[in-house]
Nanobody
Framework: QVQLVESGGGLVQPGGSLRLSCAAS????????MGWYRQAPGKQRELVAR???????NYADSVKGRFTISRDNAKNTVYLQMNNLKPEDTAVYYC?????????WGQGTQVTVSS
């Protein structure tokens, strides 16, 4: 059973920064594409960023230039560095791991951007 545990969310003022972390259980972490998604109240879950096993990345247009996804395979951890945060970034952020059979999700961490 895959377990993904997010941390690092919280309340931050506009223009501030946060770094989210997602620790994954199990071996062969480096074989899988990892991602960050978010869901704001009343909206569908949307992709924020993904990173493949070869460290290829892609981002939602709304976060390009502000967010950076990275991974540390030795620590089974994926990160999301979020800079210049805006109120519209407020959401629950979910970590994902894509396997051939299914995608696994973490429990989510709340990010609130407000003055």
């Amino acid at each position: 059973q895959v377990q993904l545990v997010e941390s690092g969310g919280g309340l931050v003022q506009p223009g501030g920064s946060l770094r989210l972390s997602c620790a994954a259980s199990g071996s062969v972490f480096g074989f899988y594409t990892m991602g960050w998604y978010r869901q704001a109240p009343g909206k569908q879950r949307e992709l924020v960023a993904r990173i493949t096993k070869s460290d290829s990345t892609n981002y939602a247009d709304s976060v390009k230039g502000r967010f950076t996804i990275s991974r540390d395979n030795a620590k089974n951890t994926v990160y999301l560095q979020m800079n210049n945060l805006k109120p519209e970034d407020t959401a629950v952020y979910y970590c994902s791991q894509e396997r051939m059979s299914r995608t696994y999700w973490g429990q989510g961490t709340q990010v609130t951007v407000s003055s």
